[in-house]
């Protein structure tokens, strides 16, 4: 079969190599000059330092099959993200551990006594938290909800937390230890040389050609069997009933020499200081040396039709929005919606890798029975 994949990120190479290996002509386009869509890294020409492009990724995945897969197409470095945030004059440690408490506090005390002193301060009259704030006092109480919580996600959703669902702090944990790892997943690290020559090395196989600057149009979808749009999904019925809503990004770069902040992620807390967060890259390749040192200042607003969506916001009015795109979509023929922008939902590498793995196989084993590929192998809803 003649296949058509719209996006060259991890969704489209991933499909794209499993459908190849099956035999199939593939055929991706990308409207960008690069391949490697979101998660695109390439050397800074002042500094010489990798850069995440779209800003900082790093690896974390309990799926074995996902981290034994990558590891195929590229060699990972052991990476732990130790994030730090400044707030109220003072430099703490995220997630909230031990250490956070303890300091903000100005205490010493013990992994039980700490629980038993945030459990004091939480608010136990919310019984099932569903906004954000409701799920912030429940958990670590309004000190360090205003502390770390408030003011940044403020500046990240253009919101009040009481807006926002409580799943999207569910992603943090609070730890009654000295663990300040980020992330709790057994398999975590970065890529020695980033992420786009692993997308490369997945997408270099004889039945795979890729063609970048190259947006897509109805037309071209003719000549093919069967399409997979890693695109928005929005975008692929032209916006005919409004756009979904998205958080973007703009990156205010600057260099200096030696090292500027100590860390690959310094959060800023306070509502007053208009950027979220400052990435310093060279931190994110500790095993590479380097005299100088490329850093983003990171502002969250919201997205324009000019710009690149980051953030699917997904609330009340996306949601009945994106239901009535799941009907239209669900009624086109020979196109499968993927990935982060085509299911309208935040997706972690390793999970979009993962779906992009299964719905591969669905579509072989669709092809297999003579049945109809559905157009969406996850339901964005
Ligand atoms: P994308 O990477 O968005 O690729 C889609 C591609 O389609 C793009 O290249 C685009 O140019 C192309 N395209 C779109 N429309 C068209 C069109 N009409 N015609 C032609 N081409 C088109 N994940 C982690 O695991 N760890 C992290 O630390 C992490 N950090 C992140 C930080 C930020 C700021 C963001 C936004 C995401 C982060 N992610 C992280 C998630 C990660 O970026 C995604 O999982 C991944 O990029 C999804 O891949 P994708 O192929 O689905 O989408
Ligand atoms: N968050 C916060 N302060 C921080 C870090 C995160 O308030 O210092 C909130 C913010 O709303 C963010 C959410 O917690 O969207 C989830 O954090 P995560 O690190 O997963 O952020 P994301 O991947 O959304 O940037």
Known sequence: MNILLVGAGLSGAVIGRRLAEAGHDIT??????????????ERDAETDVMVHVYGPHIFHTDDEEVWNYVNEFTTFMPYKNRVKTTSQGQVFSLPINLHTINQYYGKTMRPD???????????????????????????????????????????????SPTELPASILKRL??????????????????PENGYTPMIEAILKHDKITVKLNTWYTPEMGEGFDHVFWSGPLDGFFDYKLGRLGYRTLDFEKFTEQGDYQGCAVM???????????????????????HEG???????????????????PIRMV?????????????????????????GTYRYLDMDVTIREAMDTATMFLEHQENGSKMPAFAVSPQ
Not at 28 to 41: A, E, P, S
Not at 182 to 187: E, G, I, S
Not at 271 to 289: A, G, L, N, Q
């Open 173 to 190: 944990p609070v730890r009654f230890n000295y663990d300040d790892n980020y992330f709790f997943h057994k398999f975590q690290g970065m």
């Open 113 to 159: 006594e700490a629980r038993e002193f945030i459990a004091s301060i939480g608010d136990s009259s919310i019984e099932e938290p569903e906004t954000f704030e409701e799920q912030a006092l429940k958990f670590v109480g309004p000190d360090l909800y205003e502390a770390f919580f408030k003011g940044y996600t403020e500046k990240q959703w253009g919101c």
């Open 293 to 311: 040192t490329v850093c983003y200042r990171e502002f969250s607003r919201s997205c324009t039709p000019d710009d690149i969506p980051y953030y």
């Open 317 to 341: 009015d996306e949601k009945a929005m994106l239901a009535d795109y799941v009907a239209l979509a669900e009624e086109s023929e020979g196109v499968t919606f993927v990935g982060r922008l």
């Open 28 to 41: 991706i386009v990308d409207g960008r000059d690069h391949i490697g869509g979101n998660c695109h890294t």
């Open 267 to 289: 959060n800023y807390g306070d509502r007053d200081v208009p950027f979220t967060r400052i990435t310093e890259h060279k931190h994110f390749s500790p095993w590479e040396e």
